[in-house]
């Protein structure tokens, strides 16, 4: 299996800041990587695909970037509305998550 | 609008079994692949399995493997994942999702479905 390794676990920003989300992959998984978001109580909504394609509907401050083992995420001018959890995955083999990173506003 | 309603979760025994439900709409069900994955409380995610959008492929995580088995009714545009043998790591709530190749990305969720082993 590939392992996806995600930091920070948890993340703390005040608003209108732009924070980065990182995913490490165990082997290169040629940009097969998606990022999700998940709101309390309610369930993962996808946000990019293939590393830095934008899901319909994504707001623009959301974007991806990467390559080889190496991915993250930036978002830009935190919103309120953006505390969540963030989650990376790849498909590149049988899928498989990252441990998540929980963002809260300072 | 994509919709995906999973039910038929609930509290069950160890070594007992469950039939999960998923019913779609707003899309072509029967053009996609789909998938379930799980999410034990307070923890991350983890893909369960996935179906061909013709059902004729499946593919399983191994903890999995042999105890589950993913099916669908194309004419019903329905997902169903029975569980047998369950066990109290099972213990997440699900979700339906539409994958969006075959093990590959999940563009559309359900609201997911608890499932509770425990004696």
């Known amino acids: 299996d590939i392992q996806m390794t995600q930091s920070p676990a948890s993340l703390s920003a005040s608003l209108g800041e732009t924070v980065t989300i990182e995913c490490r992959a165990s082997e290169d998984i040629y940009n097969g990587l998606a990022w999700y978001q998940q709101k309390p109580g309610k369930s993962p909504q996808l946000l990019i695909y293939?590393?830095?394609s934008l899901h319909t509907g994504v707001p623009s401050r959301f974007s991806g970037s990467g390559s080889g083992t190496q991915y993250s995420l930036k978002i830009n001018s935190l919103q309120s509305e953006d505390v969540a959890s963030y989650f990376c995955?790849?498909?590149?083999?049988?899928?498989?998550f990252g441990s998540g990173t929980k963002l809260e506003i300072k | 609008e994509v919709q995906l309603v999973e039910s038929g979760g609930g509290l069950v025994q160890p070594g007992r079994s469950m039939k999960l439900s998923c019913a779609a709409s707003g899309f072509t069900f029967s053009n996609y692949g789909m998938a379930w994955v799980r999410q034990a409380p307070t923890k991350g995610l983890e893909w369960v399995a996935t179906?061909?959008?013709?059902?004729?492929?499946?593919y399983y995580r191994d903890s999995v493997k042999g105890r589950f088995t993913i099916s669908r009714d194309n004419a019903k545009s329905t997902l169903y994942l029975q569980m047998n043998s369950l066990r109290s790591e099972d213990t997440a709530t699900y979700y339906c999702?539409?994958?969006?190749?075959?093990?590959?990305?999940?563009?559309?969720w359900g609201q997911g479905v608890m499932v509770t082993v425990s004696s």
């Open positions: 995955q790849q498909y590149y083999d049988y899928p498989t």
């Open positions: 293939n590393a830095n």
């Open positions: 179906i061909s959008y013709d059902g004729s492929s499946t």
């Open positions: 999702t539409r994958d969006h190749g075959i093990l590959s990305y999940f563009d559309y």
